[in-house]
């Protein structure tokens, strides 16, 4: 517990930087959704899915120098397993992460009251089972997309925040009414707790992890062990 906090006090810098991306980006999705229900429609499930990936690229090209731009816990799990980030700040992260996307949505709520259940991920019709092979899917391309676009050398320079960020916008605009397309415990977590919405929570920590490390066993095998990324 004392390496714990140690550690989190130590790279305070980057562990705030990540607390208020993942704050913005929940507070722009999830305020995006509420705004949909409370405007009858006017943002649309298009705009919805714009504004999370706008928002993504944005705070990647704003805040990727100083913290790295993970805003998800998946991410940082996936970056650890293959070589990318320490150990030690997996934890300090991943609770900035969630401290970030919980006062998003209480200042939502606060905010805009208890509408568009705060912009909560919840399966079509109760069927978790499609949802979690969706969204492992889901996590999958888009980490396969960070590690192409933001982690290997030999990508273009520059593109990482478009790329990424199209990804995010292109999945939630098609999966979206299916699953919610978190790819992202965070983002799940924030409408969940401060909204009581708890059903098939697990489903959107599960599978963005496991999507995730999916995505980094397949990405190894294609750059000989992530050696290629790193010349």
């Known amino acids: 517990m004392k390496s714990f906090v140690k550690e989190f006090f ?7 930087a990540e607390a208020i991306g993942t ?6 999705g999830t305020g995006a959704v509420m705004v949909n229900e409370l405007s009858q429609g006017a943002v ?3 705009g919805i899915s714009f504004v999370f990936g706008a928002v993504v690229a944005a705070l990647i090209y704003s805040i990727g120098h100083l913290s790295g731009a993970h805003f998800n816990p998946a991410v940082t799990l996936a970056f650890w397993t293959s070589g990318f980030f ?5 934890l300090p992260y991943i609770l900035a ?3 970030g996307a919980i006062a998003a949505s209480a200042t939502l709520l606060i905010s805009l009251g208890k509408v ?6 919840l399966p079509l019709d109760n069927n978790w089972l499609q949802s979690f092979v969706l969204e492992t899917i889901l996590t999958f391309i888009l980490m396969f997309v960070i590690f192409g676009s933001g982690l290997d050398r030999r990508a273009p320079i520059g593109f990482a925040g ?3 960020g199209l990804t995010v916008g292109l999945e939630a605009m098609f999966m979206g009414p299916i699953t919610g397309a978190s790819m992202n415990p965070a983002r799940s977590l924030g409408p969940a707790l401060i909204g009581g919405i708890w059903q098939h929570h697990w489903v959107y920590w599960v599978a963005p992890i496991l999507g995730a490390q999916l995505a980094v066993l397949i990405y190894s095998q ?7 990324l790193r010349e």
Do not use: K, M, Y
């Open 86 to 90: 320490p150990r030690r700040r997996v």
């Open 116 to 121: 568009g259940n705060l912009g909560a991920t």
């Open 97 to 99: 992460q969630s401290i």
């Open 44 to 46: 649309t499930h298009v």
């Open 23 to 28: 704050f913005t980006l929940v507070f722009a």
């Open 10 to 16: 130590l790279f305070r810098q980057e562990v705030l």
């Open 162 to 164: 478009l790329a990424i």
């Open 222 to 228: 294609l750059s000989n062990g992530f050696r290629d």
